[in-house]
């Protein structure tokens, strides 16, 4: 049973573009749909999380995280009594945006357009349901509902100004509200994300060899989770004890989230979407105690993984090939295919070119910006 602060698909503020609604599913539904079927969702499949796409076959990619974000948020929704259809939407196309190379590639391709606006992969994520996948005859992106594009917007929170270059372009002609909290909804699959990724990227570490099980048995919530498994299941193969240990991680994060959520619900009591978007704080999180608890995991994460000898001289390949590949199809666009270099041919200004060669190398999954630049430059 859905809460009064959920969102209502009968009461959905509608598409951009007017359409039949289905006999079978909800808006939501469709909107889930859509998204799953979207080309950009499909090449997630080859994006990097933390290790590069071609590093290993059992380390997650943009896509395996994205169905694990999925799969939290619905179990978080449906505890709350919220909408578990807009979550899951919501939730599935909050990293569309990333570029090839996970947040490394960002961080070059934002470099390389800092005299353009600068790159964002939310406001990416945005332009990609709004814009860039064209599949439809009556329109191009997904024509998805404002409820849901305003939870990939701003499931992080308000967007301050100046807005990032592509979400300012849309919301100029959709007004998504973007100075207030999102859904109840676009909260779950925000919060989902951090549950999803502090205890994969511990999974992803330690099956990397990058720090070891009493190393990160050290560590506040995961020390826990290994000593209740020692004392379960004595004597348990590494395999074994590694994979309860941390289930029982994951375990303890949703039920905070709940538990914390359920308090803050109840002593707001919100009795509208409209209400819970206007309370001026997110009403979804850890709390205090928790949140406390994983800055130490995340410190932790960040200079045994993400700043890992190997992660770091990948990091440095990769940059080159962003770096590298941008300029090449600035000053020489017939190096796009056909329907991207007619487009930076025919773009109004240097800027508007830039703008699309940046939606091209954004698009790319990992071996395919490295095949790109292998073919272009000559290096291997």
């Known amino acids: 049973m859905v809460a009064p602060y959920a969102c209502n698909p009968e009461a959905s503020r509608g598409r951009l573009f007017a359409e039949d609604e289905s006999a079978f599913r909800s808006p939501f539904q469709r909107d889930r749909d859509r998204i799953i079927h979207a080309g950009a969702f499909r090449r997630l499949k080859h994006k990097t999380q933390v290790f590069v796409e071609h590093e290993g076959d059992y380390f997650r990619t943009r896509l395996t995280h994205s169905i694990e974000v999925a799969q939290v948020a619905r179990t978080i929704a449906r505890a709350l009594g919220l909408n578990e259809d807009l979550t899951e939407a919501v939730a599935l196309a909050h990293d569309l945006g990333h570029t090839p190379f996970g947040h490394t590639g960002e961080d070059a391709l934002n470099a390389l357009m800092a005299p353009y606006g600068g790159f964002d992969h939310n406001a990416q994520a945005l332009k990609i349901v709004t814009s860039l ?54 909260q779950v699959a925000a919060v989902s994300d951090d549950v999803a990724y502090n205890n994969h990227d511990l999974a992803d570490g330690l099956r990397a060899g990058l720090f070891t099980d009493a190393e990160a048995a050290e560590l506040p919530i ?40 359920r308090a803050r ?20 999180r850890f709390s205090d105690g928790l949140f406390a608890d994983l800055k130490q995991i995340r410190a932790f994460l960040f200079s045994r993984m993400y700043r890992a000898p190997s992660v770091v001289e990948m990091r440095g390949r990769v940059t080159a090939v962003v770096e590298e590949l941008f300029p090449l199809y600035m000053a020489r666009p017939e190096m796009l295919p056909e329907e991207w ?23 790319m999954t990992d071996r395919f910006a490295l095949q790109q630049h292998g073919e272009l430059t000559g290096k291997g």
């Open 341 to 363: 270099a007619h487009d930076v041919d025919a773009a109004r200004d240097e800027t508007a070119r830039a703008r699309l060669v940046a939606d091209y190398i954004a698009g």
């Open 265 to 284: 619900l109840a002593e707001t009591a919100p009795q509208s979407v409209e209400v819970l978007r206007a309370l001026g704080h997110p009403v979804v």
């Open 133 to 186: 996948e064209r599949n439809y005859a009556g329109f191009d992106g997904l024509n998805l509902t404002w409820e849901t594009l305003e939870g990939i917007a701003k499931h992080n929170g308000p967007v301050p100004a100046p807005l990032p270059f592509a979400l300012a372009d849309y919301n100029a002609r959709h007004d998504l509200d973007l100075s207030s909290h999102a859904s109840g909804e676009a």
């Open 222 to 261: 995961v020390g826990k989770a290994y000593a209740d498994v020692d004392r379960d299941w004595p004597g348990l193969e590494l395999k074994r004890r590694r994979a309860e240990a941390l289930r029982r991680v994951f375990g303890v994060m949703v039920s905070d989230v709940i538990d914390t959520s």
